[in-house]
């Protein structure tokens, strides 16, 4: 369909008609069927709706009352189910159908289904259309927020409840596709959009939304991708296609835990043979690998040609004893290998570099810089050379310390030190409490991150986040009674573990309630139900709970909205550069709001710098803590 200015101009009319009170007619029935038979699609309703809303805003001086955004919505969805209804008769009476059930099977594909969530209430509601593409025939009706959650792919998520908090915080349109999974394992593909409306005081009340079913769209997608996912000189795998790959692989071994072994082969001196005997030879040399590699490793791994000479295998479920030997054998059989019978003399050497990739959500390009690592540090020892990333890790010793001894390091619980650093209030700077930070002792591994992500890549990160947790609970007998002391916990050691592993770790001659364990956002929540129960416990015991630099990495709403924890501290990445008018500072203001409908305090981290603190003060922040208050000190 063609828009015009008279179908805008209609559209606009019959909204406007609709906020006045509309009569006895229904205006969103009526204009959605004279849409449908106009041959309109749901994107021209859209286009018309953000058109009509944007003039209505602008004639009433940049905004809208709360209630007439509610209104505008329900005219929309109103005129969405109006419109799609019409469509479906269309088709029932173009194919000869008589009964509302075939035409159901016909039309599932492509129904439209509509939901709301009242973020006051909890109460979540949803039409017919909706509960079937989320699973009713398999799992029931969805009668909560997190009930929809759970329907999602585990790989979703995520992505789904970000979409949800830019949408809180910070107005950003939810606009978002995600798979529901089905207990065969296929999946339904919806794509959802939303709106939020909020109250006379800016705070968000409740969300709107519809979804429309794409599976189809995604099945030609992916057929389409497929062809694209290969390299077409050698027939292995292309980045794109790792990638893909990949992302099955992670969620295989979140079940299995099971370790994945990645190795760097990049041949030596290959532009040599394509300057010397052309560019045909070249490109044989490079099958003849691709062939080679397939040979010498299972059909369960991953062979792929990430650049010119430059191929990535990926070993899921082996451990490093058993990767040797194979980068052992394909340096061997690549250096053996007769590249063509015309030069018989012609050979090509590899260098390997070796990861062992324990960590079960590394991304691609994680996992290409560490090889990478790798395979530059072979190239140093000279050609054909085979290293594993775990030597790269140095001491203060002339060595390099082994995969083995940085692993004994960081299970000795002497291996870690605390540090502290103030908590204080915004208007006086007054110190009320401070946050407990670990280090390590051990010469390859000094900063926090450094050795979280070594425990995380080696699989050990809930015991050393144990340790770290009891020596800077320890710390605490430092601290004056009557000043708070905050504590850092993962969300996977409190996911995997039990309220009494932590408790006795906490000094006795301290009321539990000066204590507040922070829970850190940079790592998704694999099971919330689990985290859930552990936070209740620490709570019974009188322990607050702080959900951790909100506004990084994996924050989400459902993590506010699921623990609605006593303390939110917000990320530095937030606090960086805040200045009053500008997004940050937006953004700012419906966090504050957020937070305070559950009666939460903010804590600002990273603040360095006066102005920084200013802005923090309009606000109405009343805890900060940064360089700018003080150095974190041994404590």
Not at 208 to 221: A, H, K, P, Q, Y
Not at 322 to 336: F, G, V, W, Y
Not at 512 to 520: H, K, L, P, R, T
């Amino acid at each position: 369909m063609k828009l015009t200015t008279q179908t805008h101009q209609d559209y606009l009319d019959s909204l406007r008609a609709t906020l006045c009170g509309g009569g006895e007619v229904d205006i969103c029935a009526e204009f959605g069927k004279r849409l449908a038979a106009s041959g309109a699609t749901t994107a021209t309703l859209e286009q018309l709706h953000e058109i009509a809303v944007a003039q209505l805003r602008h004639e009433q001086g940049g905004g809208l009352a709360a209630s007439l955004e509610r209104e505008c919505l329900l005219f929309q969805v109103r005129t969405l189910l109006s419109f799609a209804d019409v469509l479906q008769e269309d088709w029932r009476h173009t194919l000869g159908i008589e009964s509302r059930e075939q035409l159901e099977l016909l039309v599932d594909a492509a129904g439209i289904g509509t939901w709301a969530w009242d973020l006051n209430t909890r109460e979540f509601r949803a039409d017919s259309r909706f509960q079937c593409l989320h699973g009713l025939e398999f799992y029931g009706a969805v009668t909560t927020r997190e009930e929809q959650l759970r329907r999602i792919h585990p790989a979703d998520v995520e992505r789904v409840t970000k979409a949800t908090l830019g949408l809180m915080v910070h107005d950003q349109p939810l606009s978002v596709d995600y798979r529901v999974l089905l207990p065969d394992g296929s999946c339904t593909h919806i794509h959802l959009r939303a709106s939020l409306v909020r109250n006379e005081d800016g705070v968000g009340e409740r969300i709107f939304g519809v979804c429309l079913d794409i599976t189809e769209n995604c099945r030609v997608n992916l057929e389409l991708e497929k062809q694209s996912r290969c390299d077409p000189l050698t027939g292995v795998l292309n980045r794109r296609g790792l990638s893909c790959s990949l992302e099955s692989e992670v969620e295989r071994r979140k079940r299995s835990g099971s370790e994945m072994q990645a190795l760097f082969i990049d041949l030596d001196d290959f532009k040599r043979i394509n300057d010397v005997y052309g560019h045909s030879i070249g490109d044989i040399t490079l099958q003849k690998v691709s062939n080679l590699l397939r040979a010498s490793v299972r059909r369960s791994d991953y062979i792929a040609r990430i650049g010119g000479d430059e191929f990535l295998v990926i070993l899921p479920n082996t451990t490093r004893t058993d990767a040797l030997p194979i980068a052992q054998k394909i340096s061997r059989t690549i250096q053996e290998m007769l590249i063509s019978s015309k030069f018989p003399h012609l050979r090509v050497g590899a260098s390997v570099g070796m990861v062992s990739a324990a960590r079960e959500d590394e991304m691609l390009q994680d996992l290409l810089v560490r090889t990478e690592r790798a395979l530059h540090a072979a190239k140093r020892l000279g050609k054909g050379q085979i290293f594993h990333e775990s030597s790269l890790f140095t001491s203060t010793q002339e060595r390099p310390l082994s995969f083995t001894e940085i692993l004994a390091d960081l299970h000795n619980p002497e291996t870690y030190y605390a540090l502290r650093q103030p908590l204080v209030y915004a208007d006086n700077l007054e110190v009320f409490g401070y946050e407990f930070l670990t280090r390590s002792h051990c010469d390859a591994l000094r900063s926090p991150e450094d050795f979280l992500r070594f425990a995380m890549d080696a699989g050990i990160a809930s015991a050393v986040d144990a340790h770290a947790f009891a020596t800077c609970a320890a710390a605490t007998r430092s601290v004056p009674r009557g000043l708070r002391c905050h504590l850092n916990l993962l969300p996977s050691t409190l996911e995997n573990g039990k309220v009494e592993d932590w408790l006795p770790h906490l000094p006795s001659n301290r009321d539990f309630g000066s204590f507040c364990i922070e829970i850190n956002e940079k790592e998704s929540v694999r099971s919330p139900q689990r985290l859930l129960k552990n936070v209740e416990g620490l709570r019974a015991a009188g322990v607050r709970v702080a959900l951790d630099d909100v506004g990084y990495g994996h924050s989400s709403l459902e993590a506010l909205l699921l623990l609605e924890p006593e303390v939110v501290k917000v990320d530095r990445m937030m606090v960086r550069g805040l200045s009053k008018g500008g997004d940050h500072y937006r953004a700012f203001q419906n966090l504050v709001k957020v937070v305070g409908t559950w009666g939460g305090e903010i804590i600002a981290e990273g603040v360095e710098r006066q102005a920084e603190l200013d802005v923090l003060r309009d606000l109405g922040v009343r805890r900060v803590q940064g360089f700018l208050f003080g150095q974190p000190e041994e404590a």
